[in-house]
């Protein structure tokens, strides 16, 4: 089973950044793509990025275009999230979420479905 635990998140005033990291353990079968998602209270999951293995093809959600930034580490089994800019609607329980991709290829996914190992996610709190 692999297991992934996200860090990085915390409360902020509206403007300021967070950096997220995801780091995958056990037994990982690389390639695997990457996605984070955002849950708020009684809302629905939703996509704010995701990387393919190579992090040659990327994804973001129109809310969050221009402002994040999703990378990953391979040789560390990371995936980060950086957030600028943060606006109280970013507000939400973030999660990272693993693929196995069984190729190198470029893919990226954006449906909570198409995961296979989620993280328990990490809270993120802007203030107005």
């Known amino acids: 089973q692999v297991q992934l635990v996200e860090s990085g998140g915390g409360l902020v005033q509206a403007g300021g950044s967070l950096r997220l990291s995801c780091t995958a353990s056990?037994?990982?079968?690389?390639?695997?793509?990457m996605g984070w998602f955002r849950q708020a209270p009684g809302k629905e999951r939703d996509p704010v990025a995701a990387?393919?293995?190579?992090?040659?093809?990327?994804y973001y959600a129109d809310s969050v275009k221009g402002r994040f930034t999703i990378s990953r580490d391979n040789a560390k089994n990371t995936v980060y999230l950086q957030m600028n800019s943060l606006k109280p609607e970013d507000t939400a329980v973030h999660s990272c979420?693993?693929?196995?991709?069984?190729?190198?290829?470029?893919?990226?996914?954006?449906?909570?479905?198409?995961?296979?190992?989620w993280g328990q996610g990490t809270q993120v709190t802007v203030s107005s």
């Open positions: 056990g037994r990982t079968f690389n390639p695997y793509a």
């Open positions: 990387i393919s293995w190579s992090g040659g093809s990327t």
């Open positions: 979420a693993a693929r196995p991709t069984y190729s190198s290829g470029s893919y990226v996914y954006t449906s909570p479905i198409q995961y296979d190992y």
